[in-house]
């Protein structure tokens, strides 16, 4: 059984940067593919970006590109998301998933169909 635990989660600013760290306990993860999603309020949960078990493979959302950062070392069993250039719009509670080695476990990462979820971390943005 995974679980996961978000951190780094606080108040920053328009234009500036946080990172947030998820830390994987109960098993190892080094095969799992690994993805943060996001959720603000009265909105759905929606995909940021996602990493394969390898790192070698990541994804983003359009809103997100070029500004955020997924990255994760598989010996400390952890996944951090760098965001820059931070928009009042990137405020959401911030969750780690992941999804565990299978058929199509990658695609199923991006759906958001994925095995285990953080308890999620908020993130504010003030302009």
């Known amino acids: 059984q995974v679980q996961l635990a978000e951190s780094g989660g606080e108040l920053g600013q328009a234009g500036g940067s946080l990172r947030l760290s998820c830390e994987a306990s109960g098993s190892t993860v080094s095969r799992y593919h690994m993805g943060w999603f996001r959720q603000a309020p009265g909105k759905e949960r929606e995909f940021v970006a996602a990493i394969s078990w390898s790192g070698g493979v990541t994804d983003y959302a359009d809103s997100v590109k070029g500004r955020f950062t997924i990255s994760r070392d598989n010996a400390k069993n952890t996944v951090d998301l760098q965001m820059n250039s931070l928009k009042p719009e990137d405020a959401a509670v911030y969750y780690c998933?992941?999804?565990?080695?299978?058929?199509?476990?990658?695609?199923?990462?991006?759906?958001?169909?994925?095995?285990?979820w953080g308890q999620g971390t908020p993130v504010i943005v003030s302009s």
């Open positions: 998933a992941a999804s565990s080695p299978r058929l199509n476990a990658y695609a199923r990462l991006l759906a958001g169909m994925c095995e285990y």
